[in-house]
């Protein structure tokens, strides 16, 4: 969603319970889904253990699926997605994507802006789960390091990418959150 801004800082949160699930996890969980590196090319050195996702077909009535990460991560996933959403969304919405994503060290993420139509009527939440000084989220142009603890909105309508220049992996949570009522698209944009 177009927020205004590149970044919006929502605070801090006590992501420890879901690190700590997230770093438990074996390694083969990391590749039972690979749907977002094989479509989009920009997210191809990337691993991900999916919770909930929609493709996005039959947008806005797509459906959204809970994965094989829901049974290992809503646990910890879910009251931290809830915490965040009452601190700062309107209640009654829905998550149509919940993941967490590594990239490798020496991995980036390419430039690239969301474009499905769902992206641009949801808040991209992301609550970096582990990250190092050498890894840098450029948004429209301009550098920011997340830190672990604290949870950001993204512009994802702006162009956006990660390069992971550490030798540890860098690893966080997001999810897009589709507030309830009428669906937020641009002044004149398609439906």
């Not at 083969?28 to 889904?33: C, D, K, Q, R, T």
């Not at 919770?51 to 459906?63: C, L």
């Not at 992301?126 to 450029?138: C, D, E, G, K, L």
């Amino acid at each position: 969603m177009d927020i205004g801004v590149p970044l919006r800082e929502l605070g801090e949160i006590d992501s420890a319970p879901l690190r700590d699930a997230v770093l438990a996890q074996e390694d083969a969980a990391w590749l039972e889904s690979e749907y977002r590196q094989r479509t989009y090319h920009h997210h191809d050195q990337t691993h991900s253990i999916v919770m909930v996702f929609t493709d996005g077909s039959d947008w806005p009535n797509s459906a959204v699926q809970k994965c094989p990460g829901w049974e290992r991560l809503s646990d910890t996933a879910v009251p931290l997605m809830q915490e965040i959403i009452g601190k700062h969304y309107p209640q009654g919405g829905e998550v149509i994507r919940a993941m967490a994503a590594k990239l490798l060290p020496g991995g980036r993420i390419r430039t690239h802006a969301d474009v499905h139509p769902s992206f641009r009527c949801g808040h991209r939440i992301h609550v970096p789960i582990t990250t190092n000084r050498r890894v840098w989220f450029t948004i429209d142009g301009r550098p920011y390091q997340l830190e672990a603890g604290q949870a950001y909105e993204v512009n994802n309508q702006k162009q956006h990418s990660v390069a992971n220049r550490g030798a540890e992996e860098r690893i966080t949570f997001i999810f897009d959150y589709i507030p309830p009522g009428p669906l937020a698209y641009p002044p004149g944009g398609a439906r």
